[in-house]
């Protein structure tokens, strides 16, 4: 069985139960041995956030065992046409920091 950690950035709710699926998958299993051991916080627009979250991974996650699986559920969707973004394409500029970082 793999240990999984859950990424996400605004809806906690939802990597909740994504945590929740995949350990009642895995224990439904033959053997039984999977579990999501958790969910956390980070925003991939910001490089420094990404650093803060895989030293907190590293520092703090399994006491030693290896991470088996991170599931960054990262995408950012502006719907808007380009004439309507700022000038500086703020929006743009979120949307691939999102895309490229996670």
Request: glycine share 10%.
């Amino acid at each position: 069985g793999a240990s999984v950690l859950v990424h996400y950035n605004s809806r906690h709710e939802g990597a909740k139960q994504t945590c929740a699926a995949i350990t009642k998958q895995a224990q439904s299993a033959e053997g039984g041995k999977g579990l999501c051991e958790g969910i956390i916080q980070c925003d991939f627009r910001s490089p420094k956030a990404i650093d803060k979250m895989m030293g907190y991974i590293g520092e703090n996650c399994w006491e030693g065992q290896p991470l088996d699986i991170l599931v960054n559920n990262a995408g950012l969707i502006t719907k808007m046409a380009s004439d309507d973004d700022d000038e500086d394409l703020s929006a743009w500029h979120d949307t691939m920091a999102v895309n490229l970082h996670a």
